[in-house]
């Protein structure tokens, strides 16, 4: 990885809970992985964040502040945020990739201002339309993910940008999930091809006459069951659906938790049975706690935006961390874009659909 890619540029003020869960989210990483991983440029009131960092002498010793005075709140309306962003830490931070000073862009901040800032600043890949929210849920057996987009970028979307959703997940899939040639399912309400509206029948025809030139393997349509299990490595939907999936997700990882620990309280011949599976119960922790997938990649951009939860801890920014040093570090947008260009034809037939 060159000086350059491991730099990574954090709006320090985004999130609900403020610098010191962004701070001790870099001091867990820069533990975990050496001093030399990766370097920050810290974006926020330099007052403020000096005085924090009085606390994290090992961040102190590998980031750079820069004064950025005024703060997006998560209230804040896109209309309203855009036209006076200039002093803000999330699109000083933003515009810090675009200037090439920083690989990459961390936020806790809002998701539709940073979403909509990243847009407008860094562009997109060329032969992309339009960039995906998406990140790797639990899926199967072990450490088995899958990638699931768009979850919230996009909430209408054409034959077209579908099928660009498609190309962008593949490739995060095999280069970043290690799942070399993927399985890809565009999700549906049944897997017969009879079923869903217009756009996904034009899409999935298109898709199933030139199964043979994709440059992952496409397996038709999904229902939302199969996301879970195993079957499938790449979900392809629009943003409407795809948040309803990630946020339902979150939720049953919750009930999951909470149904467990109630039910351990209720008798001492429960707490002795997972006195033996404590093992077990660790296993399923690490694969739904949200905190393990709190990355959500702004992918299809020209530079890296990540984004997490408004409410993240020191682990879930550390995730989020590894996240962007991955990406920076496999040179993704030039294989997302010369795995475009190889599909372009393909593509210019599912637009004449989409028109």
Known sequence: MSVAKKIIAIDAMGGDKGPNAVLGGLNQFLYQNGENAVSFRLF???????QLLVKYPRVARNC????????IKGTDKIREVVRHAQNTSMYMAIKDVRDGNSAAIISAGNTGILMSL????????????????TTMLPSGGGDSRVVVLDLGANVHCDEGDLFDFSILGSVYAEVIGKMPHPKVGVLNIGEE????NETLQNLNKILTENKDRLPYEYI???????IGGGNVQVVV????????????VEGTAKLIKRVLVDNLKKSILAIIGAFFL??????????????????????????????????SDALAFANAIKYAADMTGANLNDVIAARAHSVADIRAKIGAYAR
């Open 44 to 50: 926020g009131p330099a007052a403020e964040l000096n």
């Open 64 to 71: 750079v502040v820069i004064d950025a005075p005024d703060v």
């Open 118 to 133: 990243s847009k407008l600043s860094l562009k997109t890949v060329d032969g992309i339309s339009r960039p995906a929210i």
């Open 193 to 196: 091809a009879t079923k869903g």
């Open 220 to 226: 038709g349509f999904v229902e939302g069951n199969d």
């Open 237 to 248: 939907t629009d943003g409407f659906t795809g948040n309803i999936v990630l946020k339902t």
């Open 278 to 311: 404590v093992h077990v119960f660790k296993r399923l922790k690490n694969k739904i706690d949200p905190r393990s997938y709190a990355g959500a990649t702004f992918l299809g951009l020209n530079g890296f935006a990540v984004k997490t939860h408004g409410n």
